[in-house]
């Protein structure tokens, strides 16, 4: 049975269309018929000739081929009214069947463009303007503005016409509009009135100015005209220039000129010298990287732009320039309504716009210094960038294409309707077209509509982040706020800056620059970007030439590294991150110099907070386990742990910890630490625990504190006591070893003099030898070590039954008897009076000084002796939540408790920072000097003497409290 159609007409003839694109096949039909255009044969069935197939072929191609063939019959039809042009002259069709340049040209305009489609056919003979490919601009010589629509439309025709059929890129496209966009400004200030003698000069702005203007776009102009004489007569031709423009092509906007449309249309030279000066806001200037001379007196229009450019490469220097630029762009987008927000190809996230602020804003920066890249194509200004290292080679390219295919898409939907707009169409016929102009195919017009919106929707959300990670660049402020001449780095000006921002040896720091920003590679342009903002955060440390050094050592050790200067420059803060941290602090320049690669910590605010302490145990058992070799994996511990002293460290610099999570963190540290080295140490499985003591055990580890330990072991069934000991032994003594040997990563020392008999006492005791000396022989002073006493590593219940064993003496249910407390008192006494160091400052001794961490730390723990038989919340190792519960247990004054716990985190700080700032132990607060400086910058800044006066204030109110319940 044959299969028939609607018609009755066998159905492989709407097949055969349909296989051409055409949808409306029955009209297609009677259009291709020997009635209309004669392509298609008398029966209906297929083309009339070999040409008329190879139009058809053609037409298959184009965006719409229903809507070509429409406008294909009207001007086959207008054609045939009126005649042809010459009896010499070939028409349409026979052009077509023979003309291939002109086939695919003038079908590719029919199916993308109505409104191009019917000025064809309202003008018979105009399609012969597409026969041949070459010349874009035509006679401008308008003698009418009739005459130079007719001639600006012919030349659109053809620009359309080489860009729909790739004989224009998308580039030359866009230079080409806008070339014709400068001839059709010169034409109509000629016919408006204007002469080679009239002084009006005719600035091109935004994308005229860039030379990437659109197919329908507003042109944007500024007037500069000599004098004030001159004044009315060019108000007047500017007027009449922007009433003939807007008959010919496009409006004229002069809204960018100075006070906008309530400013005069034209200004002369000097009028807007003065206005930039005085009043023009960072947008303004930020236009003004567009601007070109286009028509008029070139001559006066140069010049203006030559007075300006001064004006326009200072403009980033003010205070407010990056954060207005960066406003500007978050109201241009708050301005789009609602329902178009994530079609706006133009203005919307992910749009045109943000690439072009992006490019803009990094031009404004740093082409102060580096005039490469001072173009106003937006493309141009991005390869400039990417070239020259300001924006990474991946980020450069991706923003490149995705430029490219949003214009592209602008192009597309503008020719259309030859409409202004800059939204992708939400209906699916309209979609469908818009992915068939950009050239999608597949085997239905869904297919294409779904490559095409994953296409968009990957280059959207790529420019979305690519536009945060560079508009918003914590270096960018950075730069902007170096003054222009310190951008260069030139010698002489170099060391003149360095002079200003306090370097003590500007000639050493001057050789640094020079080994950091020396030859013509990629690493010394971006050293070039970076340091004039780095040496501005190395003069805010107490030491900039310390920080410059340090910065050069890091340098030199990856500066090969194709990450690191990439880090430097793109992610979030870590160049200023960077920049304070080698500024301020010793310890964590030696902590970074040791492992490089530990710098990615700061890219990621996520990795600047501790470790969660489950994982950060399994990631230290699993360092050591990984290897055989005691030797190699107590290596591979200990780098793991100074990445970990890293990490702490920095968050603490940066403000981001306090001093309680900091002694908690590095005690979670010193805990991985010990409890990886014990896997790797204790491999026959002795029942052994690590039990932490002092301030591991309490959780208030500072910078350089030991771990201090007690090693307890048990006999398993069927070992002698002799033969477990000295396994036992072995264990503690090879763990203690590794642990502080000489090597690239900071020593852990483990300290076990707090074990019963102290130094004289043996290293390890089985639990039955603890219980027996603890019933036996125990002394005041142990109880009250035990205080702190915590399970760490090893065998969790051999710990907990210590811990048990520990209660009954730290927890006495009678509490202290006189003699004890007097004891206590006795033992403090010598304390303070032996242990302080020769020549210390006794007002200012962060641990041993009056009002230090003993004083509160002594009294807290014969509170705890005394009371916490009593009072359970007491049974804490944390010196401040003990102090709290003995607050509410109304055993200390509430005012009283306050005063210790303040001096107890402002000496507890001071430690810390003083071995952050000088890279080793001190307990002594300086009194004044550049580590003095340094340490008040490290804990948030001000004035060194109020730092010092506050301390010594607080110390002395905690002195006050340790005196009267500490000695009653």
Not at 166 to 171: I, K, N, P, V
Not at 766 to 781: D, G
Request: hydrophobic share 45%.
């Amino acid at each position: 049975m044959v299969d028939v159609g609607r018609s009755g007409r066998p159905a492989s003839a709407a097949g055969r269309l349909a296989r051409y694109g055409l949808v409306d096949v029955e009209r297609a039909r009677v259009m291709l018929g020997p009635e209309q255009l004669r392509l298609w044969d008398e029966a209906g069935q297929r083309p009339a000739d070999e040409g008329a197939a190879t139009v058809l072929e053609a037409l298959s191609r184009v965006a719409d081929p229903d809507l070509a063939l429409r406008q294909l019959c009207r001007i086959a039809e207008a054609e045939r009214h009126a005649g042809p042009a010459a009896p010499e002259e070939a028409g349409l069709l026979a052009s077509l069947r023979t003309n291939r340049s002109l086939r695919a040209r003038l079908l590719a305009v029919l199916g993308a463009s109505d409104t191009l489609g019917d000025h064809l056919a309202a003008n018979p003979g105009e399609w012969r303007t597409l026969r041949t490919p070459t010349g874009y601009a035509l006679n401008f010589q308008g003698e009418s503005v009739a005459r130079l629509r007719m001639a600006y439309r012919r030349s659109l025709l053809r620009i359309a016409a080489g860009d729909l059929t790739g004989a224009l890129d998308l580039e030359q496209a866009m230079t080409a509009l806008s070339a014709l966009a400068d001839a059709t400004l010169s034409a109509a200030f000629t016919l408006a009135g204007g002469d080679v003698d009239t002084p009006l000069a005719v600035i091109a702005m935004g994308k005229c100015g860039g030379r990437e203007l659109n197919y329908v776009s507003d042109v944007d102009v500024i007037f500069v005209a000599a004098s004030d004489e001159d004044l009315g007569h060019t108000t007047a031709i500017a007027a009449r220039l922007i009433e003939i423009c807007a008959q010919v092509a496009w409006p004229v906007d002069a809204a960018l000129r100075p006070e906008g449309n309530h400013g005069p249309l034209v200004r002369t030279l000097a009028s807007h010298l003065s206005y930039y000066r005085k009043w023009a806001r960072t947008w303004e200037f930020q236009a003004l990287l567009k601007a070109r001379p286009a028509a008029g007196d070139r001559a006066l229009g140069a010049r203006w732009l030559d007075e300006l450019q001064p004006l326009i490469w200072h403009a980033a220097e003010r205070p407010e320039a990056v954060a207005d630029i960066r406003a500007m762009r978050r109201r241009i987008a708050d301005a789009i309504p609602a329902a178009e927000r994530d079609r706006e190809i133009k203005r919307g996230p992910g749009g045109l716009r943000d690439i072009e602020f992006a490019v803009q804003l990094l031009q404004l920066v740093h082409g102060r210094a580096d005039e490469a890249l001072r173009t106003p194509s937006t493309l141009d200004g991005l390869r400039e960038l990417t070239a020259r290292g300001y924006v990474g080679r991946p980020d450069g390219e991706a923003l490149d294409r995705a430029y490219q295919f949003l214009r592209t898409v602008e192009h597309r939907l503008q020719l259309q309707k030859l409409r202004r707009t800059h939204t992708v169409p939400a209906d699916p016929g309209a979609l469908r077209w818009l992915a068939q102009a950009m050239g999608y195919r597949g085997g239905s017009g869904r297919d294409a509509v779904e490559a095409f919106r994953a296409d968009w929707v990957a280059h959207a959300a790529e420019v979305r982040r690519l536009h945060a990670k560079l508009l918003y660049r914590p270096l960018l402020e950075a730069v902007a706020r170096v003054p222009t001449d310190d951008l260069r780095l030139t010698p002489d000006a170099a060391r003149a800056r360095l002079e200003v921002l306090g370097f003590v040896d500007p000639a050493s720091a001057l050789r640094h620059i020079q080994a950091l920003i020396g030859g013509v590679s990629r690493t010394a342009a971006i050293q070039r970007q970076l340091l004039p903002a780095l040496l501005s955060a190395f003069a805010d440390a107490p030491e900039p030439d310390r920080g410059l050094l340090a910065y050069r050592q890091v340098s030199e050790k990856l500066g090969a590294t194709p990450w690191y200067l990439r880090v430097l420059r793109d992610e979030g803060p870590v160049a200023l991150r960077l920049a304070r941290l080698l500024g301020l602090s010793r310890y964590v320049t030696d902590l970074l110099s040791r492992d490089p690669e530990a710098l990615r910590l700061l890219a990621d605010d996520a990795e600047l907070v501790p470790r969660d302490r489950q994982r950060l145990l399994e990631g230290f058992v699993s360092a050591g386990t990984r290897h055989e070799e005691p030797t190699t994996a107590i290596g591979a511990i200990r780098a793991l742990r100074r990445r970990e002293l890293f990490r702490v460290a920095c968050a603490d610099l940066l403000g981001r910890l306090d001093i309680e999570a900091v002694g908690a963190a590095l005690g979670d540290i010193a805990d991985g630490t010990l409890i990886g080295a014990l896997a790797v140490t204790n491999r026959a499985g002795l029942p052994f625990a690590i039990i932490g003591m002092g301030r591991l055990g309490g959780y208030e580890m500072s910078y350089p504190s030991d771990a201090d330990v007690l090693f307890v072991y048990e006999p398993p069934a069927g070992m002698r006591d002799d033969e477990a000991s000295g396994l036992a032994n072995g264990i503690a003594e090879q763990l203690r070893t590794l642990l502080a040997a000489p090597a690239p990563d900071p020593p852990l020392g483990v300290d076990a003099d707090l074990r019963p008999e102290g130094r004289q006492g043996p290293l390890v005791r089985s639990l039955a030898a603890y219980t027996q000396y603890y019933a036996r022989w125990s002394r005041v002073w142990e109880a009250q070590a035990l205080l702190r006493a915590r399970f760490v590593a090893g065998d969790a219940e051999l710990g907990q039954r210590f811990l048990t064993l520990a209660d009954q003496v730290r927890y006495p249910a009678g509490g202290l008897s006189r003699d004890q407390v007097v004891e206590i008192r006795r033992i403090k006494a010598r304390v303070d009076s032996e242990r302080l160091p020769r020549g210390s400052d006794p007002a200012t001794h962060a641990k041993l000084g009056r009002g230090g961490l003993a004083d509160v730390e002594w009294t807290v723990q014969l509170l705890q002796l005394r009371h916490a038989g009593t009072v359970p919340e007491l049974r804490t190792t944390r010196t401040l939540p003990a102090l709290e519960a003995a607050r509410r247990a109304e055993l200390i004054d509430g005012a009283d408790a306050t005063a210790l716990a303040v001096a107890w985190r402002s000496a507890s700080r001071v430690r810390n920072a003083l071995m952050l700032v000088r890279g080793r132990p001190s307990d002594q607060l300086p009194r004044q000097g550049t580590e003095l400086a340094g340490l008040v910058a490290t804990l948030g800044g001000g004035d060194s003497g109020e730092f010092v006066d506050d301390y010594l204030r607080t110390a002395r109110r905690a002195r006050q409290v340790f005196e009267r319940v500490f000695h009653g």
